[in-house]
C-alpha cells in the first residue's frame, strides 16, 4: 500500500514565524512531490513542487526532499494569518497523485 | 495561464435527477482528472483522462459516468445519486511528459454538490 503520512495538526504557529510541514511516503518510486495550499471550501492550490534531493526556494517557501528518509517538507518564512489553510502533501507514482491528510496549519497574529 | 474552470459552482439535487459537472481547460494540457473531496479528507481520485482516453477509473459506482468530449472538455454525468455522494467535486488537469514523473495538476474551483 503506498501512502503519504503528514500530521494532521493543527500546528498553531505565531505570526511572523517560519512554519515547518513535514510529510513521509513509503513509496521509494515516487520521484515527484507536489505542496498544495488549501483554504477551507476551496480547491487545492499548488505551492511547490520538488522532484531532486535538496530544497527549493521560491520566495517564503522552501520545499526540502530527502529520498534516503523518504521525507518531504515545506518550510513557510514570515508566516503571515493568510498562510493559514490546510496543507496537503502529494507524492506521484504509478500515474496519479498519492495524497497525504493534509496539516491544518493556524498563524496566529 | 493556468485556469481550469468549473460549472457549475453549487448543485442541489434530488436521487432521481439527473445532471451534469462540466470542466475545461486551455492549457493545452493532455490529461484531466475527476476527483471527489469530503470535508477534513485529501482529494480522491475518481477518473482520469489521458488523450482523450479514460486510463484510471477507480471502482467509482456506475451511477457516475465521466466524459471527454475533446481535450479541453471534461463531464461528469450523475444519475440516481445517494445522499453520501455529496461532496466537493474537483476536476484538475495536467500535461503528462511521457517517461517522467514531473506531472503538475492544476485544479478548477470545484463543484459543491449536494443531494438530497
Known amino acids: 500500500q503506498k501512502e503519504v503520512e503528514q500530521n494532521s495538526g493543527p500546528l498553531s504557529v505565531p505570526e511572523g514565524a517560519i512554519a515547518s510541514l513535514n510529510c513521509t511516503y513509503s513509496d521509494r518510486g515516487s520521484q515527484s512531490f507536489f505542496w498544495y495550499r488549501q483554504y477551507s471550501g476551496k480547491s487545492p492550490e499548488l505551492i511547490m513542487f520538488?522532484?531532486s534531493n535538496g530544497d527549493k526556494e521560491d520566495g517564503r517557501f522552501t520545499a526540502q526532499l530527502n529520498k534516503a528518509s523518504q521525507y518531504v517538507s515545506l518550510l513557510i518564512r514570515d508566516s503571515q494569518p493568510s498562510d493559514s489553510a490546510t496543507y496537503l502533501c502529494a507524492g506521484y507514482s504509478n500515474y496519479q497523485l498519492i495524497w497525504g491528510a493534509g496539516t491544518k496549519l493556524i498563524i496566529k497574529p | 495561464d493556468t485556469e481550469v474552470t468549473q460549472t457549475p459552482k453549487h448543485l442541489v439535487m434530488g436521487m432521481t435527477n439527473k445532471k451534469s459537472l462540466k470542466c475545461e481547460q486551455h492549457?493545452?494540457?493532455?490529461?484531466m482528472y475527476w476527483y471527489k473531496q469530503k470535508a477534513k479528507k485529501p482529494p480522491e481520485l475518481m477518473f482520469v483522462y489521458s488523450y482523450e482516453k479514460l486510463s484510471i477509473n477507480e471502482s467509482v459506482p456506475s451511477r457516475f459516468s465521466p466524459e471527454c468530449p475533446n481535450s479541453s472538455l471534461l463531464n461528469l454525468h450523475l444519475h440516481a445519486l445517494q445522499p453520501e455522494d455529496s461532496a466537493l467535486y474537483l476536476c484538475?488537469?495536467?500535461?503528462?511528459?511521457?517517461?517522467?514523473?514531473?506531472?503538475?495538476?492544476?485544479f478548477g474551483p470545484g463543484t459543491r454538490l449536494l443531494v438530497l
Open positions: 484538475a488537469s495536467s500535461n503528462p511528459r511521457g517517461g517522467t514523473s514531473q506531472e503538475t495538476q492544476y
Open positions: 492549457m493545452g494540457h493532455r490529461a
Open positions: 520538488i522532484y
